[in-house]
C-alpha cells in the first residue's frame, strides 16, 4: 500500500528535494502545506511548484490572524524574551506549524508528516513534540537528520530530479521570517566577534542613516494586547506590518546575542524585531503602573519560565497553560496608553497612561499639598530595618568574644 505523507513545504531547494526524496525513499505520495504566517511571500508560486514535483495536492495557508491572536498576543501578555533578547518569533511559528500539519494529515487520511529541519537546531524538537502531543499515532519524519547530504549532492540531487535550482542557492545566509520577526543565520554571522555586514537586514535601516528627526508613537493596549496605533484602532495583524515599518525606519529592532540553544549548543543569532521589542517594552512599562510591585516581581519570575518552555518546544506542555492561567488574570487590568520614541536606533517610553493608573499624584507628588503622612515613615523605618539591626548588633557581639 502507497503510503501518503504530509510535507511542510516552503519552496526552496531544501524542501524541494525533500520532496522528491518522500517520493522515492518512502515510495510515497506527498502532500505538501504552505503557511502564511507573515513571511511576505507570494503563496501561489510556492504551491505550482510543489505540484509540479509531483506532490499530488498542496494547501496554502493563510495563517496570520491565527497566528497573531492565539501564538503573538500571549507572547506579548508574557513579556516574552528568550534570555531576555530574544522575542521568540520563530519559536512561536513552530507549534502552528505542525498543528496544521496534522489537521492536513488527518484530512488526507495520512500516516505521516515531514519537517525540513536539521538536527541541530531548535525547530525540530518544537515541531515534533508539539506533533507527537496533538497525534501520537501519526509518525514525523525528518529527512535532513537521515540523509546527511552536503549542499553540493543536494545540488547534484536536484539536477537529477528536475529539480529547479533557485539563483541564490549560494548565499551565505539562512533567513526565516514571520510577522514578529526576522532571523539570519549563517556565514559571516557564525563568527561572533565580526561586526553583521549590513547586507543582512531588510527590515531595518542603519541607525546611521535613520531620520534625523525623532517620531513618537503611541500603543493603546486593551486586556494586556495592543489594540490602536496613534489613535487609530486597526487589526492585530495590520498593526505588527506597521509598526515594523515605522520602528524599522528608524533602525529600530536589531538583535545579535549569543543564543544557548535547547540542543546544549550556543549559537550566534541576527534578529530584526521592531514591532515586537517596541510592544513587549511598551507592554512591560503599562503593567508597572497598573499592577502591585508583588505582581510586578512574581510575574518576572513567570514571564521568564514560560518564555523559556516556549523556544524550548514545550508549547504544549501543561505547565505553559498553568502559567497562562496567572498572566491572563493581571491581563484584565493591563489597559491604557504608552508613548514611545523613536530615533537613531533606540526607543524610549516617554509616557504612559490609564484609568486603571495605581500612580496617585497627591501621593507622589513631593509639594507641600501631599496627603501623604510622612510622619508614618519613622515608625515604618523602625520596623523595617529592625531584622537588620538585630542581626548587625549580634555580628558585633560575636566578635568581641571572639565567635
Not at 169 to 180: A, F, G, M, R
Not at 263 to 292: N, Q
Not at 354 to 379: H, M, R, V, W
Amino acid at each position: 500500500m502507497t503510503r501518503k505523507i504530509v510535507l511542510a513545504y516552503s519552496g526552496g531547494l531544501d524542501t524541494s528535494v525533500l520532496l522528491k526524496w518522500l517520493q522515492q525513499k518512502y515510495d510515497a505520495e506527498v502532500v505538501t502545506v504552505t503557511l502564511d504566517v507573515g513571511q511576505q511571500e507570494d503563496l501561489e508560486p510556492i504551491g505550482e511548484k510543489a505540484e509540479n514535483l509531483g506532490a499530488i495536492k498542496h494547501y496554502s495557508i493563510d495563517a496570520k490572524e491565527e497566528f497573531v491572536k492565539n501564538y503573538v498576543f500571549p507572547a506579548i501578555k508574557a513579556n516574552a524574551l528568550y534570555e531576555g533578547k530574544y522575542p521568540v518569533s520563530t519559536a512561536l511559528s513552530r507549534p502552528l506549524i505542525a498543528e496544521k500539519l496534522i489537521e492536513v494529515a488527518r484530512k488526507e487520511d495520512a500516516d505521516a508528516i515531514a519537517h525540513g529541519c536539521t538536527g541541530k537546531g531548535n525547530d525540530q524538537v518544537r515541531i515534533e513534540v508539539s506533533a507527537k502531543a496533538l497525534a501520537p499515532e501519526i509518525e514525523v519524519i525528518a529527512p535532513v537528520r537521515e540523509w546527511n547530504m552536503t549542499r553540493d549532492a543536494e545540488i547534484e540531487f536536484a539536477k537529477k530530479n528536475g529539480i529547479p535550482i533557485p539563483v541564490d542557492v549560494d548565499k551565505p545566509y539562512s533567513v526565516d521570517q514571520n510577522l514578529w520577526g526576522r532571523s539570519i543565520e549563517c556565514g559571516i554571522l557564525e563568527h561572533p566577534d565580526v561586526e553583521p555586514p549590513e547586507e543582512i537586514y531588510e527590515w531595518t535601516v542603519s541607525p546611521e542613516k535613520a531620520p534625523d528627526k525623532p517620531e513618537y508613537v503611541t500603543i493603546r493596549f486593551n486586556n494586556g494586547v495592543p489594540t490602536a496605533l496613534n489613535g487609530d484602532e486597526i487589526d492585530p495583524v495590520s498593526l505588527i506590518e506597521a509598526l515594523n515599518d515605522v520602528a524599522g525606519k528608524h533602525g529600530v529592532g536589531r538583535i545579535d546575542h549569543i543564543e544557548d540553544r535547547l540542543v546544549g549548543i550556543k549559537s550566534r543569532e541576527i534578529y530584526e524585531c521592531p514591532a515586537a521589542l517596541v510592544i513587549i517594552e511598551a507592554h512591560k512599562d503599562l503593567e508597572k503602573l497598573v499592577l502591585t510591585r508583588h505582581e510586578v516581581s512574581f510575574k518576572h519570575q513567570v514571564d521568564a519560565l514560560w518564555s523559556t518552555l516556549v523556544y524550548t518546544g514545550l508549547w504544549m506542555d501543561p505547565l505553559r497553560g498553568d502559567l497562562d492561567a496567572f498572566i491572563e488574570m493581571t491581563q484584565k487590568r493591563v489597559c491604557g496608553e504608552v508613548k514611545i520614541k523613536l530615533y537613531k536606533g533606540g526607543f524610549r517610553i516617554v509616557g504612559r497612561s490609564s484609568p486603571l493608573s495605581l500612580y496617585d499624584l497627591n501621593l507622589a507628588t513631593y509639594n507641600i499639598e501631599s496627603k501623604f503622612d510622612q510622619a508614618s515613615s519613622k515608625g515604618f523605618i523602625e520596623l523595617w530595618g529592625l531584622p537588620t539591626r538585630m542581626a548587625n548588633a549580634l555580628k558585633k557581639t560575636g566578635e568581641k568574644r571572639g565567635v
